[in-house]
Each structure stands twice: as structure tokens, then as C-alpha cells.
């Protein structure tokens, strides 16, 4: 499937927001669709490496279980990243984080699975401070109505990625400057002290920033793209 056949129709609706009303924002609309189906409902959040996904999936579904307990769950892309033994055995350590680095496949029938499942799921996520893959990490429970997608590559329109679009009922954007990302990222890469200063500065310049310019450009596959007003 091209880009140009599996992007929505209509543009993506765009707001400016703080992360705190990006995900007043968000949980309304999960909350919208939600009332208007009988079945699990997936809401994505994409972004770039470094534009606060994680950050905002987490307030998202706070303020859902909050309003009722139990309602939502995330689901990380990042559990799918390659464990990174196969990383080294296929040569691709040193651009871990891009799309060939992951199991797109697995996680989108992991997501297919999900949407459609009503017992209890094994959820696989990612350590930054082992650098690796954690096999059932967390449960979800079969009761969740409400499932939280984060990723970077979420919108991505190649195959396999493009399928993931095709199960998200709603589709975000994080949209984060270039040069502020760049910066939350050299901070993240220092922050358990794995890799010197230099390889963090060739990591964010050659694979994160490259991997956050592919991401921007599959922003119009969004429902929603959310200009992010922060000062970190």
C-alpha cells in the first residue's frame, strides 16, 4: 500500500496546546469515541524520538482511570523493539531505535489481537537503562476498554508499518521543534551513563534526529496533530 492510499482523506485538525491540555485534549476524545462503540477502542500517539509521547500517554490515561478505574492501558510500541542480541547478530546496534530495528509485524498482530481480545495480555516493554527488551513486562486486563498506543512510528504509511493506522480508532500527532528535541534527547542518552558524550552526540545526529525527520513526515495520516507549547 503507497502513502497516498492509506492517508486519511480529509487534513489533520491542528491545535497548539501545553502538554497538560494536550492530554485534557486527548482524553476527551477517547472518551467520544469510546461512548459510541461496543468494542475496545485504540488511540495512537505518535511523534518523533524525544517529543514527549510517553510523557502525555501516561497523563492521558491517569485522567481516564481516574474518571473510571480500570478503564484504559498502554500499549508501548517500544516493547517491539529487536532484542538487542539479534541487533548484533544482524549488524544494526548502532541505529537501534530506526524502523529496521524493530518487529513491525509482531507488534502489529499483537495490536490486532488486543483490540479484538477479552482476557488478560502479557505486554512486552523496553528498558533504557538495560538497553533491551523486557518480555512480559506488565498485564493488561481483559476488562480495559481503552487501549493507549505510543510509538514513533505509528502513522508510518511503508508496509507493514501502515497497518497500525488501519487499527487506531484515534490518531495524534506530537509535534516538538527540531532543535528542542535534539536537546531532550542528548539528556536522555546521558542519563544512566551506558555510552560516552561522543557517541551520544553521533547517536542523536545520525539515527535519532534522521528518525525523527522520517517521523515528521507521516504527520497526515493524523486525526489530530498537537503543536506542543514547552520550554523543555
Do not use: C
Request: net charge negative; hydrophobic share 40%; proline share 6%.
Amino acid at each position: 500500500m503507497s502513502d497516498s492510499m492509506s492517508t486519511p482523506s480529509s487534513p489533520p485538525e491542528n491545535l497548539r496546546l501545553t502538554p497538560e491540555d494536550a492530554a485534557i485534549e486527548i482524553t476527551k476524545r477517547a472518551i467520544s469515541v469510546a461512548a459510541t462503540q461496543q468494542r475496545r477502542v485504540v488511540v495512537g500517539i505518535a511523534g518523533g524520538p524525544g517529543s514527549g509521547k510517553s510523557t502525555i500517554a501516561a497523563a492521558v490515561i491517569g485522567q481516564l482511570n481516574d474518571l473510571i478505574d480500570g478503564s484504559a492501558a498502554r500499549v508501548p510500541m517500544d516493547g517491539f523493539h529487536m532484542k538487542h542480541d539479534k541487533l548484533v547478530e544482524l549488524e544494526l546496534d548502532d541505529v537501534k531505535g530506526s524502523p529496521e530495528t524493530f518487529e513491525p509485524r509482531a507488534f502489529v498482530s499483537f495490536l490486532k489481537n488486543l483490540k479484538q481480545s477479552k482476557l488478560p495480555a502479557q505486554v512486552p516493554s523496553y528498558s533504557r537503562k538495560l538497553e533491551d527488551v523486557v518480555d512480559n513486562a506488565f498485564t493488561i486486563a481483559g476488562n480495559v476498554p481503552i487501549l493507549v498506543v505510543e510509538g514513533n512510528y505509528l502513522l508510518l504509511g511503508k508496509t507493514p508499518w501502515h497497518e497500525i493506522r488501519e487499527l487506531l480508532d484515534v490518531a495524534i500527532y506530537i509535534a516538538v521543534p527540531r532543535d528542542k528535541v535534539r536537546e531532550r534527547l542528548l539528556k536522555r542518552h546521558a542519563e544512566y551513563d551506558l555510552f560516552t558524550e561522543e557517541r551520544n552526540i553521533a547517536h542523536v545526529e545520525t539515527v535519532d534526529l534522521v528518525n525523527y525527520d522520517l517521523v515528521d513526515g507521516s504527520r497526515s495520516r493524523a486525526d489530530l496533530i498537537i503543536n506542543m507549547e514547552t520550554e523543555s
